[in-house]
């Protein structure tokens, strides 16, 4: 892929802090930290998250690349502090610490917070023999999702860059282990529904459903377990074209799942119907076209009587809303006692042991909805950068502009 938008992450999730570098936006978009700060926020939210999410508040600070609250052109850079690094600033200290065995504290963080026993389900044991680390915490300390904080931060920029081209990305919960909404919730979103689904504790449009699935995770968190969800993703506004048939690695369909597959925790990911596609006869696969011009419609003289493709034509945007769904499985951290935890193994000891336990969330569906909302943003963003060239704002909505002005008379 020949990034038009590039963005790098780095940092410890109980380090002194994340730092992100986001590449490639044109100068002249109006940008404020709180642009960033709502999203990051929302990030945080859910029933079903751990103690973490109340120690920290996520609020970005701009080291470059912004000024007077516009882009430059120039790599934007950005910082958020862990306020937990506070409870870990010997044990996680960048520099070296002198060992002084008969120091008690000291002694206390190094060899408390060392861990050879790995969780199933994590980078832990895949990750310590890799990067041959015998601690383990030089392995989760980064594969932990509080990268995922990065993401929703540099995710901020490109959901606040597509605005301005009339894009809107809305997320909702469908489902949280066996409880789902009724299929008539799923397909859409509009803009009254989203202000339900953000107040909804779950980010579900169904307040009945909500209840129970708050239930489904109340049961989970007794019983020592965890929940893993689908959420579905709709992004409106989006011109045709985006995306290429001519190559495996331009398709949109391809680029966009590569995106959200790099989720924690994401699984699978389908577009329209998805696996539904694979059973059907093709008459009820795809989707009809007319030629009809409803004002509504600012991209497209034609329209799909159906999205079952869910905007996604061979490998191009259709003029139709993307709908996609995605699949996250339940954390692997799960809150049991030493008798009935998941077996695991002691890479110290080398020998049959149990997955040790590190403060932990129950259900991360509603947060890994932002996740995935940030992810699509970046994918999208990308897509129109690489389409329309441009290295200023001014420069790139004109062409913007004449392109969806050909697209209407085609
Ligand atoms: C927003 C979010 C928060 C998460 N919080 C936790 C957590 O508290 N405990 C845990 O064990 N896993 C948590 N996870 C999941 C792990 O990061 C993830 O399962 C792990 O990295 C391995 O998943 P993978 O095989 O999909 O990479 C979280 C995931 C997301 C998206």
């Known amino acids: 892929m020949n990034n038009k938008l590039r963005f790098l992450t780095a940092g410890e999730s109980h380090g002194p802090a994340l730092s992100i570098i986001v590449e490639g936006i044109p100068a002249g978009l109006s940008l404020l930290a709180e642009n960033v700060n709502y999203h990051l926020a929302r990030r945080q939210k859910g029933y079903g998250r751990g103690a973490r999410m109340k120690i920290e508040t996520d609020k970005v600070d701009f080291m470059g690349g912004v000024r ?18 506070a409870n870990w600033n010997i044990t996680m200290n960048p520099a070296p610490i002198e ?20 969780r199933p389900g994590h980078a832990d044991f895949a990750g310590a023999i890799k990067y041959n680390q015998t601690d383990v915490r030089n392995i989760l300390e980064r594969s932990s999702a509080r990268e995922t904080t990065s993401r929703v931060a540099a995710g901020g920029i490109a959901h606040q860059f597509l605005k301005d081209f009339g894009i809107k990305i ?15 919730y799923a397909g859409n979103i509009t803009e009254n529904e989203f202000e339900q689904i953000e107040a909804s504790e779950l980010r579900c449009k169904s307040p009945e459903t909500t209840n129970l699935m708050k239930e489904e995770i109340d049961k989970a968190r007794k019983q020592g377990e965890s ?6 993703i709709i992004v409106y506004g989006l011109p045709i074209g ?5 190559h495996w690695d331009r398709r949109l369909d391809g680029i966009i799942a590569q995106y959200l597959m790099s989720v924690h925790t ?21 989707d009809e076209i007319e030629r009809s011009h409803p004002e509504s419609n600012l991209v497209s003289a034609y329209q799909h009587l159906t999205n079952r493709a869910g905007g996604i034509e061979g490998g191009m945007s259709n003029g139709e809303p993307i709908i996609c769904r995605v699949a996250l499985k339940p954390i692997p951290t799960l809150a049991r006692t030493e008798e009935n935890s998941l077996k695991s193994i002691d890479l110290k000891t080398k020998s049959n042991d149990v997955a040790f336990y590190e403060r932990s969330d129950v259900c991360v569906v509603p947060a890994g909805g932002v996740v995935c909302e940030a992810m699509m943003a970046l994918a999208l ?30």
Do not use: W
């Open 68 to 85: 007077q609250g516009q882009t430059l052109g120039s790599p934007i850079s950005m910082q958020i502090k862990n306020n937990d690094y």
């Open 99 to 118: 060992v002084n065995l008969t120091d008690e504290e000291i002694k206390k963080h190094l060899t408390d917070k060392y861990i050879t026993r790995v």
């Open 170 to 184: 809305y997320s909702q919960v469908l489902q949280i282990g066996s409880v789902k909404v009724a299929d008539e």
């Open 227 to 232: 929940l893993g969800g689908i959420i579905e």
């Open 242 to 246: 985006l995306g290429s048939h001519v």
């Open 266 to 286: 994401v699984k699978a990911v389908g577009f329209g119907i998805g696996f539904e596609a694979g059973i059907q006869v093709g008459s009820l696969v795809h």
């Open 381 to 410: 963003a990308d897509q129109i950068l690489n389409k329309f060239g441009g290295d200023s704002m001014t420069e790139l909505k004109s062409n913007y502009q004449n392109y969806l002005a050909y697209c209407l008379n085609r």
